[in-house]
């Protein structure tokens, strides 16, 4: 994608809900920093789950927020990593040519980016632009759920279930630097890379069931929601802990609530901790992250890379499930 001239770009635009085929790549204006943002040329950028619910609109409580009939934000996008061209007069975190990366509201799917500066961190010099575009959701989304809810450290037991995916991929390697033995679980096809990453025992679920052995577990990180709270509950410790994230299973009305309130009550009749995880962007963690990859312990795991250009038929692709990792898509000019 290539500017018409200083003042504007090229972004891709949701004039209403729908898959990737509603997408249009149109020209719009290019942001201008507020006092206490930066604008970023976009070098290369990653899909989340996140942006498949704000393109679809499901759950449909969703639309009370971001728009009843179509999108209130037409930009979509959140995680990017890129260049700094402008900063507002507050911002003293970055400058012009800093390469940075982070989850914005949206927008990242476009040739330039607007966003507080708070949003994001520095890419080190040793750490690619798309590596760093397939970070910070998926990466912060672990990162949460096993450090800060399931307090996981050295010797401790933690199972993964949905290991293979964007989420799942980094829970593996996180996992590990913080000291536990993983056990992940995944399909056949993903066998290889999650034993790759670093798990120590990898569960194939179309031939094991992993509630039916008589291993406890320390912590479970639940990205699928195919299994119900009492066999989750029979395979953790006494005082083990259950992470349950946005992967939750629901329906296009209500989404995950259902299931995230049943996890919530739960936890008030046990001894066990039942907690669901609603990550929340912070540039401290994207820098945690980035001294990972950089020290060898986090590889980003990108299945695809596609020019930006191609971002629909990317949607489609992504939204298809089963990912081996993460979709990244890179700015032709970049």
Not at 230 to 259: C, F, H, Q
Request: glycine content about 10%.
């Amino acid at each position: 994608m290539t500017d018409v001239d200083t003042a504007s770009m090229t972004a891709w635009v949701a004039p209403r809900y729908g898959g990737g085929e509603v997408l249009r790549a149109e020209i719009v204006p290019r942001p201008v920093p507020g006092e206490r943002d930066v604008v970023v040329r976009v070098h290369a950028a990653s899909l989340c789950s996140g942006d498949l619910h704000l393109l679809n609109g499901t759950p449909y409580l969703l639309r009370l927020g971001f728009g009843l009939r179509r999108p209130k934000r037409r930009t979509i996008g959140q995680n990017l990593a890129g260049e700094v061209v402008s900063v507002g007069g507050l911002v003293t975190e970055f400058q012009i040519g800093d390469r940075v990366f982070g989850e914005v509201p949206g927008g990242a799917f476009a040739e330039y980016v607007r966003a507080d500066a708070g949003s994001f961190a520095t890419v080190p010099a040793a750490l690619g632009m798309e590596e760093a575009a397939a970070i910070p959701d998926s990466g912060m989304t672990a990162l949460q759920g096993l450090r800060d809810i399931g307090k996981v450290g050295p010797g401790q037991r933690v199972l993964i279930n949905g290991a293979s995916g964007g989420v799942g991929s980094f829970a593996v390697q996180i996992a590990k630097a913080l000291g536990a033995h993983v056990t992940a679980v995944c399909s056949t096809r993903h066998l290889e890379m999650v034993r790759r990453i670093g798990a120590d025992v990898v569960v194939d679920y179309t031939v094991d069931d992993f509630t039916r052995t008589d291993v406890p577990y320390d912590a479970i990180f639940d990205l699928a929601g195919n299994r119900t709270l009492r066999e989750y509950r029979r395979v953790l410790t006494p005082d083990g802990v259950y992470i349950s994230s946005a992967a939750a299973p629901g329906d296009n009305w209500l989404g995950p609530i259902r299931w995230l309130s049943s996890v919530v009550l739960a936890d008030l009749f046990t001894r066990q901790t039942l907690k669901p995880l609603l990550m929340r962007p912070a540039a401290a963690d994207l820098d945690y992250l980035a001294a990972l990859a950089i020290d060898g312990s986090l590889q980003p795991v990108i299945e695809r890379r596609i020019p930006m250009a191609e971002t629909p038929s990317a949607i489609a692709a992504f939204a298809e499930g089963h990912a081996s990792g993460k979709t990244v898509l890179i700015a032709v000019d970049s």
